[in-house]
Every structure is written in structure tokens, then in C-alpha cells.
T-cell receptor
């Protein structure tokens, strides 16, 4: 079975540029999560969707961050404009409705210079 | 909201020894407590979990204990091997809502 698929795996961009991270959840999973991981703050939940609807976006750091889930098999996390402090690993994860096991992708390693 | 504290942040053991990682949580409504292992360059992977109606669960060399009264849970790895070296995260959630709150992680090093 294909797991959660994220792209790009690595991105280096200049400050001020727009960054778009993409995620394909496991087929049949109806909840999707975006996490950010840094050394200082660990794993932080940014936003999660249930049946393509954003349920909790209280973890989104500021208006520069936005996330969409236009359909059950695709989600994006956008940062515009990007800043050096956004450098982190961004993980997408999904879960089957009614279940508890969250499956993570391999992450998108973002460096903003 | 939920807050999960994890200790220690780093742990070094000799191969064959046991390793114990402890976590505390603040939300008494939390009822699901998974443990994830993250290897370098990869996403976290679930290794074991426990629900609040169970006090202990074991899977081969790995066991987890839960004390709901004290709001703490622990991961025990016995007969450690070098391939157990990784970062381990505990987490807590209110069950089916699925939005896990993670501890800061423990970097485990198993020396051959």
C-alpha cells in the first residue's frame, strides 16, 4: 500500500518567495493533518481536515500560512511570503475515520534563506 | 488544551540494557496514548499505543504502561539493540478526534 505521499521532499527558497507543499493521503483516510517539526518546538499541529473540511487551524502560525484540501486525495500547505524562521520539516499525516493510528509521510524539508 | 511533557530528552544505553522514557499529560479527557519512532530523514512511525481502559500493553521487546490517576505513561524497551537508536515521541489525544499532541521527543542511542 502506498503511504502518505509528500512533495517536494526538499526545497530551498529565498525569503519572500511563495512555497507550496503537497500531500496525498492514504486512500480511504478521511482526516488529514499538517505538522511542523523544528528542533526548538518539536512536532506542532498546524491544521487538520476532516472530510476535506478544516476543523482546527489554531496551530497555523500566521496569515502567511494557508492550507487547502480541494478533494479527498490532495492537500496543499502554502507559505506566502516565506521567511527564514519558516525553515523546518513539514509533515502531512492521515487517519482513517474512527481510528486512532495516524500515518505520517516522509516530510518536506524546507529551507528559507 | 493538552500539554505533553517528555523525559529525558536524550538517553544513552548499552546494547542489551533496558531503556525507559516517561511522559506526563495535562488533559484528563485524553484517552489515547501512542508512541512513535522517528529515524533520521523519515517521518514518525507508530510502534505501540495504549488506551485509557488498559494499564499495560506489551509487544515483544516494547511495553507501555499508563497511570491515569497520575496522568503519566511510559515506554519500556528491553534488550535494546543498535537499530533501536532513534528519536521516540509520546503523544496524547481525545480518541477519535485524532489530533495528537506530541511530547518534545527523546533521542535514544544504543551503543554496541
Amino acid at each position: 500500500d502506498a503511504g502518505v505521499i509528500q512533495s517536494p521532499r526538499h526545497e530551498v527558497t529565498e525569503m519572500g518567495q511563495e512555497v507550496t507543499l503537497r500531500c496525498k493521503p492514504i486512500s480511504g483516510h478521511n482526516s488529514l493533518f499538517w505538522y511542523r517539526q523544528t528542533m526548538m518546538r518539536g512536532l506542532e499541529l498546524l491544521i487538520y481536515f476532516n472530510n476535506n473540511v478544516p476543523i482546527d487551524d489554531s496551530g497555523m502560525p500566521e496569515d502567511r500560512f494557508s492550507a487547502k484540501m480541494p478533494n479527498a486525495s490532495f492537500s496543499t500547505l502554502k507559505i506566502q511570503p516565506s521567511e527564514p524562521r519558516d525553515s523546518a520539516v513539514y509533515f502531512c499525516a492521515s487517519i482513517l475515520g474512527g481510528g486512532n493510528t495516524i500515518y505520517f509521510g516522509e516530510g518536506s524539508w524546507l529551507t528559507v534563506v | 488544551g493538552e500539554n505533553v511533557e517528555q523525559h529525558p530528552s536524550t538517553l544513552s544505553v548499552q546494547e542489551g540494557d533496558s531503556a525507559v522514557i516517561k511522559c506526563t499529560y495535562s488533559d484528563s479527557a485524553s484517552n489515547y496514548f501512542p508512541w512513535y519512532k522517528q529515524e533520521l530523514g523519515k517521518g514518525p512511525q507508530l510502534i505501540i499505543d495504549i488506551r485509557s481502559n488498559v494499564g499495560e500493553k506489551k509487544d515483544q521487546r516494547i511495553a507501555v504502561t499508563l497511570n491515569k490517576t497520575a496522568k503519566h505513561f511510559s515506554l519500556h524497551i528491553t534488550e535494546t539493540q543498535p537499530e533501536d537508536s532513534a528519536v521516540y515521541f509520546c503523544a496524547a489525544s481525545r480518541g477519535s478526534q485524532g489530533n495528537l499532541i506530541f511530547g518534545k521527543g527523546t533521542k535514544l542511542s544504543v551503543k554496541p
